[in-house]
């Protein structure tokens, strides 16, 4: 059993940064693919950010790119995403997942492990 634990959200505005960060326990992250999805109010799970088991094979969405940063430390069990730039439509809680496959996948259904989620609010 792997649980996710995300943290670093908060309000901040527009054209700033924020890093949010996961850590893992329950079993070794470095087993896993890893990504970070976003849920706005009243919209569906949106994929952000994903990273290879490896380090490499990194995926970021059309809108993020260039803008945010995924990377991941296996010996502390932990992913970050650096968001700079930061628009008020980045406003979402943010999630933490984790994939048992042996590729990166954008797809929400396919991660297996879920964290709750943190706020970031970015304000115009």
């Known amino acids: 059993q792997v649980q996710l634990a995300e943290s670093g959200g908060g309000l901040v505005q527009a054209g700033g940064s924020l890093t949010l960060s996961c850590t893992t326990s329950?079993?070794?992250?470095?087993?896993?693919?890893m990504g970070w999805f976003r849920q706005a109010p009243g919209k569906e799970r949106e994929f952000v950010a994903a990273?290879?088991?490896?380090?490499?094979?990194?995926k970021y969405a059309d809108s993020v790119k260039g803008r945010f940063a995924i990377s991941r430390d296996n010996d502390k069990n932990t992913v970050e995403l650096q968001m700079n730039s930061l628009k008020p439509e980045d406003t979402a809680v943010y999630y933490c997942?984790?994939?048992?496959?042996?590729?990166?996948?954008?797809?929400?259904?396919?991660?297996?492990?879920w964290g709750k989620g943190t706020q970031v609010t970015v304000s115009s």
């Open positions: 997942a984790a994939d048992a496959s042996m590729i990166t996948t954008t797809t929400p259904g396919a991660y297996d492990y």
């Open positions: 990273i290879h088991w490896s380090g490499s094979g990194k």
């Open positions: 329950g079993s070794t992250v470095f087993r896993f693919n």
